[in-house]
């Protein structure tokens, strides 16, 4: 589109159900507010929270346009916005009122990382903002990651599990562990920082960790709390097997010395936007550098019910993206 319209193409949930129910719309063109910028879009992150969104897990008015980060160009700046300029490539978290699924998106200037002489392709772009400053965010932030720690991780091959394996590589961690559901997925897993990766129903035997994070649920919950070492941290950050709630009771960990915590990277980046802004900064330096690999797939944005039932499947590796604009 040219910037000079007043419409854009967008894929909405109107109303909740299967992936089937993604629809796309025209819509007004967006425009920023105080401390905002609006972005052309190149490419969106497609993620298991827009599934949550189209499932009516979370409670948003319809008809919604899902999308939590995106890569692009600015397109126009708000009031008091300093520092991104009209033009400039940006990756940036849409996360906190979404619509990343549009060729225009608003989102605070605060959650914004420019690209410029990066050489960082936008679909690469498009897929850091959620996993990868999840996965710094996690580590350093809510499991205080020390030197020598040691690291499970559940969903080891999937978009948030690649970039944790390698954010706890990056940090200083001593051993680094990856479970994955199916023994397709091992190799994968191999590939993005892992010392290990075993089978999920597997890990019993695994030893001790430090930091166990948990986007799993169900009994994979219950087995990490098992497997943490004293003064051990759980991170819970997901429910993908959608599973009945865990309950853990605070007796045990006050005869454990163990911790639970959870995080959730909307709820963050509401209520921290400069510190998430600052971690997503990190994320695409450490990208830059060749230090955090990450593996994306692409689809056309019109083929965002696809993106979602390959991710409910729960086959998928590393990340999918979705193109917005033409190359």
């Given at each position: 589109?040219?910037?000079?319209?007043?419409?854009?193409?967008?894929?909405?949930?109107?109303?909740?159900?299967?992936?089937?129910?993604?629809?796309?719309?025209?819509?007004?063109?967006?425009?920023?507010?105080?401390?905002?910028?609006?972005?052309?879009?190149?490419?969106?992150?497609?993620?298991?929270?827009?599934?949550?969104?189209?499932?009516?897990?979370?409670?948003?008015?319809?008809?919604?346009?899902?999308?939590?980060?995106?890569?692009?160009?600015?397109?126009?700046?708000?009031?008091?916005?300093?520092?991104?300029?009209?033009?400039?490539?940006?990756?940036?978290?849409?996360?906190?009122?979404?619509?990343?699924?549009?060729?225009?998106?608003?989102?605070?200037?605060?959650?914004?990382?420019?690209?410029?002489?990066?050489?960082?392709?936008?679909?690469?772009?498009?897929?850091?903002?959620?996993?990868?400053?999840?996965?710094?965010?996690?580590?350093?932030?809510?499991?205080?990651?020390?030197?020598?720690?040691?690291?499970?991780?559940?969903?080891?091959?999937?978009?948030v599990g690649s970039q944790l394996g390698q954010a706890a590589r990056l940090l200083g961690a001593g051993r680094v562990v990856g479970t994955?559901?199916?023994?397709?997925?091992?190799?994968?897993?191999?590939?993005?920082?892992?010392?290990?990766?075993?089978?999920?129903?597997?890990?019993?035997?695994?030893?001790?960790?430090?930091?166990?994070?948990?986007?799993?649920?169900?009994?994979?919950?219950?087995?990490?709390?098992?497997?943490?070492?004293?003064?051990?941290?759980?991170?819970?950050?997901?429910?993908?097997?959608?599973?009945?709630?865990?309950?853990?009771?605070?007796?045990?960990?006050?005869?454990?010395?163990?911790?639970?915590?959870?995080?959730?990277?909307?709820?963050?980046?509401?209520?921290?936007?400069?510190?998430?802004?600052?971690?997503?900064?990190?994320?695409?330096?450490?990208?830059?550098?060749?230090?955090?690999?990450?593996?994306?797939?692409?689809?056309?944005?019109?083929?965002?019910?696809?993106?979602?039932?390959?991710?409910?499947?729960?086959?998928?590796?590393?990340?999918?993206?979705?193109?917005?604009?033409?190359?």
């Open positions: 589109m040219n910037n000079s319209s007043t419409q854009m193409k967008a894929v909405t949930i109107p109303a909740f159900g299967e992936a089937e129910v993604l629809r796309v719309a025209t819509l007004a063109v967006p425009e920023p507010g105080p401390g905002q910028v609006a972005i052309d879009v190149a490419y969106a992150g497609a993620n298991f929270a827009e599934v949550l969104y189209r499932r009516g897990v979370v409670d948003v008015p319809l008809p919604f346009v899902p999308g939590i980060e995106v890569a692009g160009r600015i397109r126009a700046v708000g009031e008091g916005v300093e520092g991104l300029a009209v033009g400039q490539p940006v990756a940036a978290l849409t996360i906190v009122d979404s619509g990343g699924y549009a060729e225009v998106v608003i989102t605070s200037a605060d959650l914004v990382a420019p690209l410029d002489g990066l050489g960082i392709g936008m679909d690469v772009a498009a897929a850091l903002p959620s996993n990868s400053t999840t996965a710094f965010l996690v580590l350093d932030r809510v499991a205080r990651i020390e030197p020598g720690a040691s690291v499970l991780v559940h969903a080891a091959a999937g978009g994955v559901g199916s023994e397709a997925k091992i190799e994968t897993a191999r590939g993005f920082g892992y010392d290990e990766v075993i089978l999920r129903d597997r890990i019993a035997d695994a030893g001790e960790f430090d930091i166990v994070v948990d986007m799993i649920g169900g009994p994979a919950r219950r087995a990490g709390l098992d497997l943490l070492a004293p003064m051990g941290r759980l991170v819970v950050m997901g429910n993908a097997s959608d599973a009945e709630d865990v309950g853990i009771p605070a007796n045990e960990l006050w005869f454990t010395n163990k911790t639970v915590s959870g995080f959730n990277l909307a709820a963050f980046s509401a209520a921290f936007p400069e510190e998430t802004g600052r971690a997503l900064r990190r994320a695409v330096a450490a990208a830059a550098k060749g230090e955090l690999r990450v593996q994306v797939a692409t689809l056309p944005l019109e083929q965002a019910a696809e993106a979602h039932r390959r991710i409910e499947s729960g086959t998928t590796t590393g990340k999918l993206v979705l193109q917005v604009a033409a190359s």
